[in-house]
């Protein structure tokens, strides 16, 4: 028997699935009806798995979307900007500023397309575009060569002697898109004087668009501009709000046809971010998290559904797959999804870390907090080897030598917790805490409630940092009961 | 043939697989939620689905970052064979932008069998990549970069993450960047603009608990079933070592060894050393050569070398911590012998060395680095001038001194007088980084560290035996029996003046 194809209506979808493949390999003679049933299942989660990646990639940071939502004020001043400067044939400048992850790029791209258009409709000759990203420059002055097309040294004097005289009337006029502008920033701030001063030139014809992140660079690093009164003009684009990012997700999950998304996860990772950044890059990578999330869910149930799918009875398999149907909540991603993918974006690794070192470096970083909770800020080895030894003394552990304990800082630094200085000798090493104090101490409490059958030294470690003045972690008791009745079953 | 066959052959099997990282980290594998399988996942989803990705991998180093990676890519290579190009770059060698460049570049041409020029510029290269890039996003071939050491790329002005980064964002290329770091700040060290353009995918790398070391160490050592080895002695040696594994003292030994460094690569370090010291007549592993290890892994050279001392070196040693307890000024060879000389005639000792014979031992322990001259400035003076400092603790001489078996009783008694301080404030300064209290030595401190003015008449005896011993000890060029003639006097001394002040006239110098 071939592969037959069949088709399957449910609801308002229509499924084309090759389920014969599948009971081809089950049972070639007879296609049972749980067979079918079990085929209708795995095309449920395969079309959903094909959903989910369609979503995905709707909300990837390099698909485009068709309009720009959000930022039609900037785009329109922009444009007329333009559009005055290429109509009266006059150069200009302008600079736009913003933080990273607001559209500023992406704003850039739709206005040379609308532009272009534009030119074309009106009957007006389309400038030169020039798209410069400053990063890749190794010299600033390349800028210059760049913006004539050719490798010559003296482009600058070049340039500078064209835009001083008249030319003839047929000559375009050049737009210059000047990408991550603070990369020209040199000490004497020759470059970005001069290419601002290109247009102030009598008969320059450029057009130069700045794309920075510091709102004030045109008036900290280019001053003599404004004695000249040619300031260039100012866009800022400002942090999106929490609708705005609700907004921009919605018009990107617009084209497909089903919803994924439940509304109240949109407006829990809206939020979250708008506070945190309005970078709309986090919260894209946020959603495609949560779908990531949504998709280790169901991988496990399916792994069970169709090994043991062959030793269930009818019933239990028809029950399942009309669950499966109706149950729609099931395929969408929810707030706790969305809740999982914001910790994990924002969480520092640090508690965990700590909790996980060796108990020696617990003990240091112990005696680290405590010498410098007096006010100090950094202190030798020397000094925190005496007090690691007393920490040792009074929890009755055996203390490494000051060999190994030299070692295990120089650990610590190289994760990042610690901080050591140079030094001919080792004990004269300054060593100073990279991680605050109350980070250190909530990581050992944490163990301390973990642990709490092991009745390890640690308890009287937080004694010794005097822990009952910090607030105790308010762990639900149902989390320490768990975990009791866990060590309990354990021990047995 | 007989038993030593099998337990040679059982030796090479379990190191072989202690040498191999892949066989280790494969234990980790079968966890559905560990490391591994999200890698694997983020990886796979980056290939088949056509986006881009970046993600950072961070711990500790020796808990298997990079072998990790190294398998999840071989097993992408063996599923999707011709999609995934490698290129790996080291933050310690490639940091520069240019020099990264390069080698991406040579690294491309190698794997497209295309000729790379050595003399082609930072310009040519940065639009090879982009070429690169959109070529193979349309061929669907994805490109991995792994930047090893990565909180290295971000000094300076973060060139090259920024262009990888930002290449990724548009369509036609397909690109993931994993990042393997130790610092666990790796991330908040990026530029806002490269840390906007990087996902913030994390994965955490921790030293392994408990129950995973336990079943992470059976994985290792129980002998497979199917291997060349006779069937019962492979069973004996799995039920031996399931016994060794489940027994008390061989879980305080691990203990032990996670105290100070609870990375698998320390793990794996001290199994072989421990595998090794198997016996092969018996052909089984025991306890006794988990603990036979444990030195090799935990070990102390300063205190190898001071075992191998000879007694005129230990002499010298103690003298030099002698003259710096007395906070002497100077502290040079001609001064140490001065002090030998003084410890010889009080102790009448019958190790007496000459001058000469001391100097070379001098120069042993300047070779052995147990001691060093102060500073690197007098280098035309000889030897017998220059300033010279331990570089060893009092700690240490102490624990040195015991496990040399010819160290003579002498030293060890002037080695336990280095406890009772002259005046109350050494006891702040020796205290808690010279006394090893929990080794129950009978260095205590309480009683002796009265001042003598304050002592009332009933703490008097204790008080007497210090200042014998000061006597008889602080007297240069003074013989026993003028030792205990001062003593004599010493206490009377004391006693008198003790009476003095609390019942009779005071004097403020008592004579006897």
């Known amino acids: ?492 | 043939m007989g038993q030593e066959n099998p337990a040679e052959l059982a030796q090479i099997i379990i190191r072989s697989r202690l040498s191999n990282p892949s066989f280790i980290y494969s234990f980790f594998s079968q966890f559905p939620d560990s490391n591994y399988s999200k890698l694997k996942y983020i990886l796979s989803s980056s290939v088949t689905e056509a986006c881009n990705n970046s993600v950072l991998l961070l711990g500790p180093r020796g808990c298997g970052k990079i072998a990790v990676l190294e398998l999840v890519l071989e097993e992408l290579l063996k599923e999707h064979p011709d999609m995934i190009s490698v290129i790996k770059l080291n933050g310690l060698l490639h940091s520069d932008n240019n020099c990264a460049l390069k080698e991406i570049s040579r690294q491309l041409c190698l794997e497209h069998q295309l000729l790379f020029s050595k003399m082609a510029s930072f310009d040519d290269n940065s639009q090879f990549l982009l070429s690169m890039l959109r070529e193979c996003g349309l061929a669907h071939k994805t490109i991995v970069f792994v930047l090893e050491e990565f909180d290295l790329f971000t000094q300076g002005k973060q060139r090259l993450l920024y262009s990888l980064l930002d290449a990724m964002q548009s369509v036609s290329s397909q690109a993931v960047v994993v990042g393997v770091s130790c610092r666990l700040d790796a991330d908040q060290l990026l530029e806002k603009r490269v840390r906007s353009r990087f996902s913030h995918r994390k994965l955490l790398f921790l030293p392994p608990s408990g129950k995973d070391l336990h079943s992470l160490v059976e994985h290792i050592l129980l002998l497979p079933t199917d291997s060349r080895l006779p069937n019962d002695y492979t069973t004996a040696f799995n039920a031996k070592l399931l016994n060794i594994l489940a027994d008390e003292k061989f879980k305080g030994i691990i203990d032990t060894l996670c105290y100070s460094d609870s990375t698998v690569g320390h793990l794996l370090r001290f199994l072989f050393s421990a595998v090794c010291h198997m016996d092969l007549k018996s052909g089984f592993i025991s306890v006794e050569n988990f603990k036979s290890a444990v030195p090799s892994i935990q070990r102390q050279p300063k205190m190898e070398a001071l075992k191998d001392c000879s007694i005129l070196e230990l002499y010298i040693l103690v003298c030099m911590k002698r003259l710096e307890v007395k906070e002497t000024e100077l502290c040079n060879f001609n001064s140490i012998m001065k002090e030998y000389k003084s410890i010889h005639d009080t102790f009448q000792t019958s190790d007496y060395y000459a001058r000469n014979v001391c100097l070379r031992a001098f120069e042993h322990l300047l070779e052995r680095a147990l001691i060093s001259f102060e500073d690197n400035r007098g280098h035309g003076q000889s030897a017998e001038f220059r300033p010279v400092k331990l570089l060893i603790s009092w700690h240490e001489i102490h624990q040195g001194l015991k496990s040399n078996r010819g160290c003579p009783a002498v030293l060890h008694k002037l080695m336990d007088r280095e406890a009772f301080p002259k005046k109350p404030q050494d006891l702040k300064d020796m205290g808690a980084s010279s006394l090893p209290l929990w080794q129950g030595s009978n260095a205590t401190l309480p009683t002796s560290s009265l001042p003598q003015e304050a002592v009332g008449f009933e703490s008097t005896p204790c008080h007497w035996n210090v200042t014998a011993d000061w006597a008889a000890v602080d007297r240069t060029g003074s013989t026993p029996m003028h030792g205990r003639l001062l003593v004599f006097l010493s206490v009377s001394f004391s006693v008198s003046k003790n009476i003095f002040r609390y019942g009779l006239p005071y004097r403020a110098t008592g004579r006897p």
Not at chain 1, 76 to 89: A, H, P, R, V
Not at chain 1, 246 to 256: C, F, G, K, T
Not at chain 1, 345 to 358: A, E, F, G, M, R
């Open chain 1, 1 to 492: 028997m071939g592969p037959k194809r069949q088709v399957i209506i449910i609801r308002k979808w229509h499924f084309v699935s090759l389920s014969a493949c599948s009971l081809d390999l089950v049972d070639p003679l007879c296609i049972t009806y749980s067979a079918l049933v079990n085929s209708i299942m795995v095309i449920c989660i395969l079309v959903d798995v094909e959903q989910l990646r369609a979503v995905k990639e709707a909300l990837h940071v390099s698909t485009a979307p068709e309009s720009v939502v959000c930022r039609e004020n900037e785009q329109n001043k922009i444009l007329d900007f333009c559009k005055d400067c290429i109509k009266q044939e006059k150069a200009g400048s302008l600079y736009m500023c913003g933080c990273p992850g607001t559209g500023k790029s992406l704003s850039m791209e739709k206005v040379k397309e609308i532009l272009v258009n534009w030119a074309n409709e009106d009957g007006v000759q389309p400038p030169d575009m020039v798209s410069i990203n400053c990063t890749s420059l190794v010299n600033t002055s390349e800028i210059f060569s760049k913006k004539r097309h050719d490798r010559s040294t003296s482009s600058l004097q070049l340039l500078h002697n064209l835009y001083s005289q008249k030319q003839p009337p047929g000559m375009k006029m050049i737009l210059v898109i000047a990408d991550e502008l603070d990369y020209l920033i040199t000490k004497d701030r020759a470059v970005l004087h001069d290419l601002f001063m290109l247009t102030t030139l009598p008969f320059s014809k450029c057009i130069l668009l700045g794309i920075a992140n510091a709102i004030d660079l045109a008036d900290r690093f280019i001053p003599k501009l404004q004695s000249l009164n040619c300031k260039p003009t100012v866009i800022t684009f400002r942090a999106y709000s929490k609708d705005q990012i609700i907004s921009i997700l919605q018009e990107r999950l617009r084209a497909l046809p089903y919803t994924v998304f439940q509304p109240q996860a949109v407006e829990l990772c809206a939020r979250k971010v708008a506070a945190a950044s309005g970078d709309m890059r986090k919260a894209l990578s946020v959603c495609r998290s949560a779908i990531e999330m949504l998709e280790a869910e169901r991988r496990d149930p399916i792994s069970d559904f169709t090994s043991s799918s062959l030793e269930r009875n009818e019933d239990q398999q028809m029950a399942a797959a009309r669950e499966m149907m109706t149950n729609q909540v099931n395929n969408m991603v929810r707030i706790d999804h969305v809740a999982a993918a914001l910790s994990k974006t924002y969480k520092s690794p640090v508690v965990d870390t700590i909790q996980s070192l060796p108990q020696h470096q617990q003990i240091i970083l112990c005696s680290a907090v405590k010498l410098f909770r007096q006010g100090k800020k950094d202190t030798t080895i020397g000094e925190l080897n005496k007090h690691y030894m007393d920490v040792c003394k009074s929890t009755l552990i055996p203390p490494a030598g000051i060999v190994e304990l030299s070692s295990m800082c120089r650990v610590l630094d190289d994760q990042g917790i610690l901080k050591l200085g140079q030094s001919r000798e080792d004990k004269l090493r300054r060593v100073s805490l990279k991680v605050d104090g109350a980070d250190i101490v909530f990581a050992l409490q944490l163990v301390l409630f973990l642990d709490l059958y092991r009745q390890r030294p640690l308890s009287k470690l937080l004694q010794l940092l005097q822990w009952d003045e910090y607030c105790l972690v308010m762990v639900p008791t149902t989390l320490i009961r768990g975990y009791i009745d866990h060590r309990r079953q354990e021990r047995c």
